[in-house]
Each structure stands twice: as structure tokens, then as C-alpha cells.
């Protein structure tokens, strides 16, 4: 008998996933290149950086590590590296999800560093969970102004005052937002991050604001049961709403234990990625090209993520006395 609760939801996320890939898609015809956000090509290992709501979506307790040096080749190239870790609280009807986020990212003279905490309120309706998050936490963000070098012109001028001669660093309060539907065969989520555009006072004449940012993810799981072969599509979109980025993927698993994919993200890079999964670890292994000018003097962004997976043993019951037939 077909089961009329999950096909019902299926196919309304279906409905909100296709709105939102629209929308993403009219917003503008440039790619998000300010970078506010750390970036990864291996977003599927971690969701939580974009969507607090997903934690603790499966049994399983997640520790990840993650290392991207972009465009090799270029002095002065973003560099990121996060440590995430997320858990389930309970389980049935009503469940909860816990997580943390430490994320770094270099990029010329700035320097970012975020750490956030994530909580998530989970819903099961038929084989659907419905997960609403939050997270919390500080952002911090400094520039080496000692290292600034403004050459002399007509037009230049080396004691610029808006430019800083020394190292300035802030942090404020920073939080996030986002909704997670996951399944079996599929999860889609929408998030918020950096919900109040954040400005950090650098010293008494500089600041910087952090814009808003809103972000959909989606995969769908296709493992045949006949099959050695298992195929996973997926898709990131991130806007705030004057650029945008989209990646789409498609992953082929042998035997659900080796992983090979490919990404393309329109009018910026190509690229492809590896995984091998060893019992709980997973190692993967991403490689991207522009396929714009920045094609030109770099070797391309390579990446790479360890996982660590644990199943979350439940508790023994406590109080509960017990004797053996022997003493009676």
C-alpha cells in the first residue's frame, strides 16, 4: 500500500525546492565573489555550516574537518577551515539535535574566524523529520593593515586615512536561522545566516558589515537495491540577494563504500570530487577549475574533509533492579 503522508510531503518540498531554485536563479547574473561566506565543495559533509536545522538528523554523532585552499597560484587566495560536530538528543516523536561550528577563513589581508553554537527541534511525521535550528555564537574578523603596500601616483596617495597602517580586529554576536526536512531518499533545507547583518567595529574609524545570507540545500538518495551502483545528486544555491551561487552535483557510490562525483557551478568552476569510506571514517578528496579568467595563473582549488561517524548507543535504563533466581 503506498504511504499517502509521504508522498504528500515529498512532492510540496519538491514544490518549495523549485520555487526557491527560481528565485535563486532571478536575483542576478553575477557570482557571489565577495566570499563572506567560507566556502566548501564538499557541502554535503557539512550541512551545518549552512543550516543549523540539520543537526543531529541521523543516529549518528559527526565529527568533520575540512581544509580548502582556493586558486593556487595566486597570492592572497581565500583559505578556509572548519571543525564541525553535531549529535541527536532522544529519538521518536519528538527529538532535539546539538551541534558546534568553529570555522576560519583567510583571504588577503582579513582574516575571519566564527564559532557558533547549533540546537535544532526535530519533528517525525510518517518517515519525514521536520527540523527547525538555530545557532549562535561570535564572529571575528581582523585586518593586517602593516602589510598594505600603496604604490605612489597621481591618484594614489600612500597615507590614505580610510586605509588602516596596523593590524585592527572586532567580534560581535552573530546568529542563524533554517528549516531541514530529511527522509530516508532525500532532505532539503533552507537557512539564514548572519540574521541581523552584523557590524563589526574594527577600531574607533573602521568597521565592517557582514550582509546577510540565505542559502537551500538539497539531495536525493538513489540506491537501487539490485544494483553495486548508487547515485546522489545535490544541489547549493546561496544569495544575498544582489549575487548568488549555485552548485549542482551529481556522486556515484560502489557498494555504498567508494564515491566519485562531479560539480559544475555556472560561469565560475568545474570540478570533481573522490571518497572512499572505511568503516566510520569517510576521507574525501575535491578539485575545482575556474572556467573564468581566473582560470589564468593558478592551479585550480583543491580540498580536502575527514568524518568521523559513531552510532549514538541508547542508555541502559537506571533504577531498574534486578535478582537473580540463584538468591531466591
Request: contains cysteine; charged residues 15%.
Amino acid at each position: 500500500m503506498k504511504d499517502i503522508g509521504v508522498e504528500y510531503f515529498y512532492n510540496t518540498l519538491k514544490t518549495c525546492f523549485l520555487m526557491c531554485l527560481v528565485l535563486l536563479l532571478s536575483v542576478g547574473g553575477k557570482e557571489l565573489l565577495a566570499q563572506n561566506e567560507a566556502m566548501s565543495s564538499a557541502w554535503q559533509e557539512t550541512k551545518n555550516h549552512y543550516n543549523a536545522a540539520s543537526v543531529g538528523s541521523d543516529p549518528l554523532l559527526h565529527i568533520t574537518a575540512l581544509y580548502r585552499q582556493q586558486w593556487i597560484g595566486i597570492k592572497g587566495a581565500p583559505a578556509n577551515m572548519m571543525l564541525l560536530a553535531d549529535a541527536p538528543l532522544g529519538s521518536g516523536l519528538l527529538s532535539h539535535g546539538i551541534g558546534i561550528a568553529f570555522v576560519g577563513q583567510k583571504k588577503g589581508l582579513f582574516t575571519h574566524v566564527d564559532a557558533k553554537a547549533q540546537y535544532a527541534l526535530q519533528l517525525a511525521i510518517f518517515k519525514v523529520k521536520l527540523s527547525v535550528g538555530v545557532e549562535l555564537g561570535l564572529v571575528n574578523s581582523a585586518f593586517d593593515g602593516t602589510k598594505v603596500v600603496i604604490p605612489e601616483g597621481d591618484q594614489l596617495n600612500p597615507n590614505d586615512p580610510a586605509i588602516p597602517t596596523k593590524l585592527v580586529s572586532g567580534r560581535t554576536f552573530d546568529t542563524g536561522v533554517g528549516i531541514f526536512f530529511s527522509h530516508p531518499k532525500f532532505y532539503v533545507g533552507f537557512g539564514a545566516k548572519h540574521l541581523f547583518a552584523p557590524k563589526l567595529q574594527l577600531e574607533t574609524n573602521y568597521y565592517l558589515r557582514i550582509p546577510r545570507t540565505y542559502n537551500a540545500i538539497a539531495g536525493y538518495n538513489f540506491i537501487p537495491s539490485q544494483s553495486l551502483l548508487s547515485w546522489y545528486p545535490s544541489l547549493l544555491a546561496v544569495t544575498d540577494f544582489k549575487a548568488y551561487r549555485i552548485d549542482i552535483g551529481l556522486a556515484v557510490g560502489i557498494a555504498q563504500k567508494y564515491f566519485a562525483g562531479v560539480m559544475y557551478r555556472p560561469n565560475n568552476a568545474v570540478g570533481f570530487s573522490l571518497k572512499a569510506l572505511w568503516g566510520r571514517i569517510k576521507l574525501c578528496y575535491a578539485f575545482e577549475m575556474p572556467i573564468s579568467e581566473l582560470a589564468r595563473g593558478n592551479y585550480g582549488t583543491h580540498e580536502l574533509c575527514i568524518s568521523y561517524a559513531m552510532p549514538i548507543a541508547p542508555k541502559k535504563d537506571k533504577g531498574l533492579m534486578k535478582k537473580s533466581i540463584r538468591l531466591l
